[in-house]
């Protein structure tokens, strides 16, 4: 965190933050880049500014709050990747409203997992799930899908609630190899055949990133599959995704049932959390204070992978935009 925290630093500063800004808008062909640069400075400068407050205030928080800070927060990380790609935003008002929905009155008992998330058609995230080419997307989206379809939240997902749909690969030949394990119990993509397996793969890669091959076709033993491509490209494909430990895991749910990116589970999660904290004070002091309940271990483990991981995700995204300006 603190080394992704250090290279933002440098958007902070009006001078650097308007080279990042020009040159982020001529790479995409926008005309006039430096006059926008200009106009967006500013509010360029104090969305990162804010961010970074939100986050450290997270740090020293009380779990009773820090999801609204941590929302607060990521509302102005994915704000400055928008004002990063488009010069124009926000164009209205609509904009600014946060683009999800939930049933603010739970009903009675309630179970975290069983509730959802219900994207709109402006709004914050709508605006970004455009910019950012996330579609199509659902009308809702499951909370218990949400923790489930982040890869580093596998062991404690299946502690508290059942098997996770991503299963662990294994990496040889420095990761040139990958070795999906044995699949004759196994459902989903795994119990195809591994030439179909092997164009499954192929077609759901991003174009010009990643491609495979099949090697061993033994479905007792596990099959193997050569990547043409580097492991970072590979972290772009949608099946796949990569611990911070260097775990590799695959995808097994249905194609209809994709993960969604992980800056858009993360930014649903902490709005359905936000809401809990804001409206449903009572459940929330309950699960916080008396340690009865089981979702707190997955809450608190979220919110810990979150604080160390979206700013490192966040400069990833921003350092594709303009690369020399914040290596």
Not at 43 to 70: C, G, K, N
Request: contains cysteine.
């Amino acid at each position: 965190m603190r080394d992704a925290w250090e290279i933002l630093r440098f958007l902070e500063t009006e001078p650097t933050a308007r080279e990042y800004l020009a040159n982020s808008y001529e790479s995409r062909g926008i005309e006039h880049p430096n006059r926008h640069a200009f106009s967006q400075c500013t509010r360029f400068v104090y969305t990162w500014r804010q961010a970074r407050s939100y986050y450290e205030a997270a740090t020293h928080a009380d779990l009773l709050i820090r999801p609204l800070l941590l929302f607060y927060g990521c509302m102005q990380m994915i704000k400055g990747c928008i004002l990063a790609i488009d010069p124009s935003y926000p164009s209205n008002s609509r904009m600014l409203q946060h683009g999800v929905t939930t049933r603010k009155m739970k009903k009675s008992p309630y179970r975290l997992l069983d509730d959802e998330v219900r994207p709109q058609k402006e709004g914050l995230f709508a605006h970004a799930a455009q910019l950012f080419k996330l579609f199509p997307l659902r009308e809702r989206y499951k909370t218990d899908h949400l923790f489930a379809s982040l890869a580093e939240m596998t062991p404690d997902y299946e502690r508290i609630v059942g098997a996770s749909p991503w299963l662990p690969i294994t990496q040889k030949e420095k990761g040139s190899v990958l070795v999906f394990p044995a699949s004759a119990q196994s459902q989903g993509p795994l119990a195809y055949s591994a030439d179909t397996l092997c164009g499954y793969l192929n077609r759901l890669a991003p174009p010009d990133s990643v491609a495979f091959e099949v090697l061993d076709r033994d479905q007792i033993t596990g099959q193997s599959f050569r990547l043409q491509g580097s492991l970072d490209q590979l972290a772009k494909h949608s099946l796949f995704s990569m611990t911070r430990h260097g775990d590799l895991y695959f995808w097994n749910g249905s194609e209809s049932d994709l993960p969604l990116p992980k800056w858009a589970t993360h930014y649903l999660l902490l709005y359905l959390l936000g809401i809990l904290c804001r409206y449903e004070t009572e459940w929330w002091g309950e699960l916080v204070l008396s340690h009865t309940l089981s979702e707190l271990i997955l809450i608190e483990r979220f919110l810990q992978l979150h604080s160390e991981q979206f700013p490192a995700l966040i400069c990833t995204q921003l350092s594709a935009n303009s690369p020399h300006c914040l290596s």
